[in-house]
């Protein structure tokens, strides 16, 4: 059954975009940071020589190396100042909100409401600077074992390296912020999107381009098509899909008169963690690994060598480990989103109760028990979705973007920023619908 936004949003007149102007000023805000941020992923930061690089990149685009280029929308292969895109406050968040799950003083803090979130954000910002200046200097230790990859007279290199990547860093980070207060949509989620977005039309000619010369045969090409439409229906079938509780409201006494009993409903998201254990995973990998294809390029070591092999996507350590972590953090963040002890407490306050389960523990009870089990389907489908592609990637030769983990991203953040519009087109809505009442009631 549709709930009532769902049906205003249906016969939403779009029509009404001309006049919400500041849906449009968040619009525009948006589209110019995204160009700012991809033009940012062009500045190189100094001692670089590109045609080498372009060589070493050509020759390691299908690892974890190129999955993490694909990320930053290729500034990783231009070594620019974006070279690691927001992953270091990714990386940030990820520790605080462990943090905040076993340390005292941060579990007060975040119980504080707005101060405390903002204390937690500065703290996640401090760390942010302390995980890209450690890995813009092992980044600049890799390039320099790379050789011929950085210019012979560079001097001070590893300096230039990390003050140049933590002002880019910071800066992308700023991006971000500035993007979900004043823009439209999660700012980390939508720059992380903006790269992926950018490297599929030549990832497309690619394809095209492989299938024309025979590397690629047409079967394959309309098989990865076909997976690619599949992926993305289940998707969109997968993140609009609650399973919804059934609330009983019983008959109030409200001063003098009697207030009927209602029916309603606690919608659960079968992945409440949307794209978020993905990003969380590929964050944790992607770098170490970066360094450890770079230094394996002109290191001697067996075991630098079989790393590099290991972590190659497609391979069973990396599969494994990769699935590891998509599984850790989906309950990890499902935990932190939800709260069925809090919602079970406010069920009883307002007289709700589901129907044959008592009000209040055994009703948290229940409502973990669903939760988890929901967890469970939505940590079974995110695996499912971001390793076989990589399985097919590995064996097809089909390039990065065009996998479940790319689509899951774009494809979540895309939604998410269509809901928010959507918000934003209601609201206006419901203010025009006020300012009527008001000029009614007047005349």
Known sequence: MASLSDKMVSNMKYSAFSKAKDLQARLLFTLLALIIFRLGTYVPFPGINPSVLNDFFSNNSGGLLGMFNAFTGGALSRMSIFALNIMPYISASIIVQLGA??????????????????????????????????????????????????????????????VSLLGGTMFVVWLGEQITARGVGNGASLLIMAGIVSGIPSAIARVFEENRTGALSTGVVLGVMAMSVALIYIIVMFERAQRRIVVHYPKRQMGNRMMQGANSHLPLKINPTGVMPPIFASALLAVPVAIVQFSSQNSTSDLMSKLAIWLTPGHGVYVALFALLIFGFTFFYTNLQSNPNETAENLKKQGGFVAGIRPGKNTADYLKYVISRLTWLAAFYLVLLCILPEFLIATMQVPFFLGGTTLLIVVSVIMDTVT????????????????????????
């Open 101 to 162: 799950a076993v340390i005292p003083s941060l579990m007060a803090l975040k119980k504080e409401g707005e101060s405390g979130m903002r204390k937690i954000n500065q703290y996640t910002r401090y760390l942010t600077v302390l995980i890209t200046v450690v890995q813009a200097f092992f980044m600049a230790q890799a390039l320099q074992a790379a050789g011929a990859v950085i210019m012979p007279s560079q001097g001070l290199f590893a300096l230039t390296t990390v």
């Open 420 to 443: 928010q519009i959507q918000s934003h087109m209601l609201a206006h809505q419901y203010e025009g619908l006020i300012k009527k009442a008001k000029l009614k009631g007047k005349l």
